[in-house]
């Protein structure tokens, strides 16, 4: 199993970046994804999470209204789409796949992740 996050980088304040988790290995409509973000010194955070249909969305307070996620299951592959970005969402962010749809805000469920992007918000 591999999953394998893109699309980070360095932005200013206000910006505009779209992350992607490419997928292999894994019965990918078969799980929920979710993204989560790590800085540190820090616990693994929850931020989006997406049912395995893709009908459902869940997101952090932090984030809600600025971070979109969806998922291509066709390509295998969900996407975080994140707008306004702010100097505190700066961290590295991981995708993670799990089956079962609920507790997707909790990292301890999840046995598959990517290696992780790093997100740098400017001020």
């Known amino acids: 199993v591999q999953l394998q996050a893109s699309g980070g980088g360095l932005v200013q304040t206000g910006g505009s970046l779209r992350l992607s988790c490419a997928t292999s290995?894994?019965?990918?409509?078969?799980?929920?994804m979710s993204w989560f973000r790590q800085t540190p010194g820090k616990e693994r955070e929850f931020v989006a999470a997406?049912?395995?249909?893709?009908?459902?969305?869940f997101y952090a307070d932090s984030v809600k209204g600025r971070f979109t996620i969806s998922r291509d299951n066709a390509k295998n592959t969900v996407y975080l789409q994140m707008n306004s970005l702010k100097p505190e969402d700066t961290a590295v962010y991981y995708c993670?796949?799990?089956?079962?749809?609920?507790?997707?805000?909790?990292?301890?469920?999840?046995?598959?992740w990517g290696q992780g992007t790093q997100v740098t918000v400017s001020s």
């Open positions: 997406i049912t395995r249909s893709g009908d459902s969305t």
């Open positions: 993670a796949a799990r089956n079962g749809g609920s507790n997707l805000q909790y990292s301890r469920y999840y046995l598959n």
């Open positions: 290995g894994l019965p990918f409509s078969r799980n929920a």
